[in-house]
């Protein structure tokens, strides 16, 4: 089984990046996805979630309208759109796999670090 992310870097305020979380070893459509995210000294945090057909989506208030999660289960891929990035979006980005029926199996990727800063 694999996570793997990409996409991160760094970006000015106000800018824009699209993170991937590719899929492998698994049964992609039947697991709800979801982005966390990381930043020093702070707890892991939910960004947004998607739910295995794509129909229900959720976000952490503090993106709403600025970024956007996506997945295509033809390519087991999950996205995240972030745009008009902050300061404070700084953090390592974790792609996040559940399960959606019992056993809720849970996959952890490894991590793409976004920074904003002038």
């Known amino acids: 089984v694999q996570l793997v992310e990409s996409g991160g870097g760094l970006v000015q305020p106000g800018g824009s990046l699209r993170l991937s979380c590719v899929a492998s070893?698994?049964?992609?459509?039947?697991?709800?996805m979801s982005w966390f995210r990381q930043a020093p000294g702070k707890e892991r945090e939910l960004v947004a979630s998607?739910?295995?057909?794509?129909?229900?989506?959720n976000y952490t208030d503090s993106v709403k309208g600025r970024f956007t999660i996506s997945r295509d289960n033809a390519e087991n891929t999950v996205y995240l759109q972030m745009n008009s990035l902050k300061p404070e979006d700084t953090a390592v980005y974790y792609c996040y796999a559940r399960r959606a029926s019992i056993p809720r199996i849970v996959y952890w990727g490894q991590g793409t670090q976004v920074t904003v800063s002038s």
């Open positions: 070893g698994f049964t992609f459509g039947s697991y709800a």
């Open positions: 998607i739910s295995g057909g794509g129909a229900v989506i």
